[in-house]
């Protein structure tokens, strides 16, 4: 069987152009790693290695959510504990100016120190956050938490303005986690020690007036009330910031694996791809060396 020059040039050209796409190829993967340059060369390790990317992302933002709100939730418990401890100092001195043997100038100077602590109360309760937030007014984080209204009689000056809506924090596939801790309940506790404590600045003053008792005997049940729901409070952070710990573990452990497999699935093996590209390598050596010789032939060499 006789065949055309021009047929054979172009064969062989097709020849070595595919054994130089297949070296390049397996340059490609040994340079990048991947066992897999196209989702054709095996769609079901292609849809395998999908599904590890997505979970993989979702992991990685679950993660960085849990790292926000564990910094969120500790800055939050320092400032609940703070506030637990100007109740527990307020507290005391309502004790102190419980005690029927104190003058009038003791139970005034017992008021001259509770205002610091009423002031200290308002101000953590309005806390901004880095950007601007109020950190306890819900989702009206615009609105300050607490409002002051100097007009207003006293008791009744201190009114809630944010509210007690929770913002929910995706932590985990169905799992969410509130960022934020609300306190409406505080504008009651301040109008109870500025409540008080007008009492106690009042000239002549005396622990023993039924009134006056029966006045503090009420400061101090609210203070109670506000020291346990504030408690109550801290604790939830604490079991919240326990389960966000937990999660994390998991979440990093599942990523440990997914990785893993991915490696399995996707991850070149470079001794078989040494040993295919010496053989690629080795294949256009001899087509060229082929090439060259029947190049040089010719029919009237026969002649």
Request: aromatic content about 6%; cysteine-free.
């Amino acid at each position: 069987m006789r065949i055309a020059s021009t047929q054979y040039h172009t064969t062989m050209n097709t020849a070595l152009q595919t054994a130089s796409a297949r070296l390049q190829n397996m340059l490609q993967k040994m340079a990048s790693g991947e066992r897999y340059s196209l989702p054709s060369e095996n769609p079901i390790a292609n849809v395998r290695l999908s599904r590890l990317t997505r979970e993989e992302a979702a992991l990685d933002q679950y993660l960085d959510n849990i790292a926000t709100l564990q910094s969120t939730m500790a800055r939050n418990e320092a400032l609940l504990t703070g506030m637990s401890a100007d109740m527990l100092s307020a507290r005391d001195l309502l004790v102190w100016a419980s005690d029927g043997s104190n003058t009038s100038e003791d139970i005034i100077a017992v008021a001259s120190s509770l205002k610091p602590l009423m002031d200290s109360l308002f101000y953590n309760t309005n806390t901004l956050d880095a950007e601007g937030r109020y950190v306890f007014s819900g989702t009206a984080s615009d609105r300050p938490t607490v409002s002051y209204d100097p007009l207003a009689p006293v008791g009744t000056r201190y009114t809630a303005t944010g509210n007690s809506v929770q913002q929910l924090v995706a932590v985990g596939n169905g799992i969410t986690q509130p960022a934020n801790v609300s306190l409406p309940e505080m504008a009651d506790v301040l109008n109870v020690l500025e409540r008080i404590y007008a009492t106690l600045q009042t000239p002549g003053v005396s622990a023993n007036d039924p009134a006056v008792r029966a006045e503090l005997t009420a400061a101090l049940g609210g203070l109670d009330d506000a020291i346990n729901f504030n408690s109550g409070k801290i604790a939830m952070l604490g079991g919240s910031q326990n389960i966000l710990e937990t999660l994390q573990a998991n979440h990093s452990n599942v990523s440990l694996s997914n990785k893993q497999a991915a490696l399995v699935i996707g991850q070149l093996d470079y001794g078989d791809a040494a040993v295919k590209l010496n053989g690629y390598t080795a294949a256009i050596q001899a087509t060229q060396k082929a090439y060259s010789q029947v190049a040089k032939l010719s029919l009237f060499d026969a002649i």
